[in-house]
């Protein structure tokens, strides 16, 4: 039995609703937030600085950042592309900057319209105007680290080669995305591994999907292979727009109950993570996809 404590940081007002057909309105946005802040969400993907047009579930993201008050012990992450995505964040308040950069030229053309190459010059640009300005920290994540719905298999070099570029720029946090859920246990461990021998000390946090009910044997190999930061989504929402067949991430109720159970600490409420589901399940008009929002905890 373990008593480390494992960070979870939530994604679901960001990650979760990004691919849904229901478009929430901005009080119903603050409504999901200020729920999951009093499950115990200490980290949490807020908001994404991108184009309405493109994602429309992610319009309104200033009016978002406008209705919350800085809240003790939050941290409020706000998903940024480019160059334009960081001003609108820092000008927002965000209290965190996850800066995404695809790993495949496939995804990052279709997702972001620029290729690796363009995205990795964008996340240097962005590091060097915070460390002459001022503003958030900076995290990165890298979509598609296991896995392109275009490109097919994504090398453990091309990810390493990534990996080393935000370890130069200096970046708070390294995170890889397994965006459309392909990868396995043992991959995610050697990516880890492969990883972690040129970040150094900059800590990594991992993101993963349960399109082919991977998710959470995923997520075990990253914490055997010694990741304190894992991603989840109250209800298991979630998906990319630009992913076809994308489903839900990880379930922030399932990784709560299976870290628990081993005794792990997450700081989290799990039957208000559960009430928070079923409530979200209801403005969607769908059941959670998440297996103990569904079953519940044992013991009962």
């Given at each position: 039995?373990?008593?480390?404590?494992?960070?979870?940081?939530?994604?679901?007002?960001?990650?979760?609703?990004?691919?849904?057909?229901?478009?929430?309105?901005?009080?119903?946005?603050?409504?999901?937030?200020?729920?999951?802040?009093?499950?115990?969400?200490?980290?949490?993907?807020?908001?994404?600085?991108?184009?309405?047009?493109?994602?429309?579930?992610?319009?309104?993201?200033?009016?978002?950042?406008?209705?919350?008050?800085?809240?003790?012990?939050?941290?409020?992450?706000?998903?940024?592309?480019?160059?334009?995505?960081?001003?609108?964040?820092?000008?927002?308040?965000?209290?965190?900057?996850?800066?995404?950069?695809?790993?495949?030229?496939?995804?990052?053309?279709?997702?972001?319209?620029?290729?690796?190459?363009?995205?990795?010059?964008?996340?240097?640009?962005?590091?060097?105007?915070?460390?002459?300005?001022?503003?958030?920290?900076?995290?990165?994540?890298?979509?598609?680290?296991?896995?392109?719905?275009?490109?097919?298999?994504?090398?453990?070099?091309?990810?390493?080669?990534?990996?080393?570029?935000?370890?130069?720029?200096?970046?708070?946090?390294?995170?890889?995305?397994?965006?459309?859920?392909?990868?396995?246990?043992?991959?995610?461990?050697?990516?880890?591994?492969?990883?972690?021998?040129?970040?150094?000390?900059?800590?990594?946090?991992?993101?993963?999907?349960?399109?082919?009910?991977?998710?959470?044997?995923?997520?075990?190999?990253?914490?055997?292979?010694?990741?304190?930061?894992?991603?989840?989504?109250?209800?298991?929402?979630?998906?990319?727009?630009?992913?076809?067949?994308?489903?839900?991430?990880?379930?922030?109720?399932?990784?709560?109950?299976?870290?628990?159970?081993?005794?792990?600490?997450?700081?989290?409420d799990i039957g208000k993570l559960i009430e928070t589901a079923k409530w979200m399940s209801g403005i969607l008009g769908k059941p959670p996809a998440a297996s103990v929002s569904?079953?519940?905890?044992?013991?009962?």
């Amino acid at each position: 039995m373990s008593s480390r404590f494992i960070q979870i940081v939530e994604v679901g007002p960001r990650d979760g609703l990004q691919n849904e057909k229901t478009v929430l309105d901005t009080d119903q946005k603050l409504d999901f937030i200020a729920r999951l802040d009093a499950a115990g969400a200490k980290r949490m993907e807020v908001v994404s600085f991108v184009n309405p047009k493109r994602v429309p579930q992610m319009a309104g993201a200033e009016e978002v950042m406008a209705g919350m008050a800085p809240a003790a012990g939050l941290s409020r992450i706000g998903l940024v592309l480019n160059m334009r995505g960081w001003e609108r964040a820092v000008a927002g308040g965000c209290d965190e900057a996850n800066v995404v950069v695809c790993s495949s030229d496939g995804f990052g053309i279709r997702n972001q319209g620029a290729n690796v190459a363009e995205q990795i010059a964008a996340m240097h640009a962005i590091a060097q105007r915070r460390a002459a300005e001022g503003g958030p920290p900076i995290s990165v994540t890298f979509s598609t680290a296991f896995g392109c719905p275009f490109d097919g298999e994504v090398s453990q070099d091309q990810v390493v080669a990534l990996a080393r570029e935000a370890a130069a720029a200096q970046v708070a946090e390294i995170a890889l995305a397994d965006t459309i859920g392909v990868a396995d246990p043992w991959m995610v461990r050697a990516r880890v591994e492969a990883v972690r021998q040129v970040t150094g000390d900059i800590p990594l946090r991992l993101h993963f999907h349960d399109t082919r009910n991977t998710g959470l044997a995923n997520a075990y190999a990253g914490v055997e292979a010694g990741v304190t930061i894992l991603d989840a989504s109250c209800g298991g929402l979630g998906g990319c727009p630009f992913a076809p067949e994308a489903t839900g991430n990880i379930g922030t109720e399932d990784l709560v109950y299976m870290l628990e159970r081993a005794g792990f600490e997450t700081g989290y409420d799990i039957g208000k993570l559960i009430e928070t589901a079923k409530w979200m399940s209801g403005i969607l008009g769908k059941p959670p996809a998440a297996s103990v929002s569904r079953a519940g905890v044992f013991p009962a």
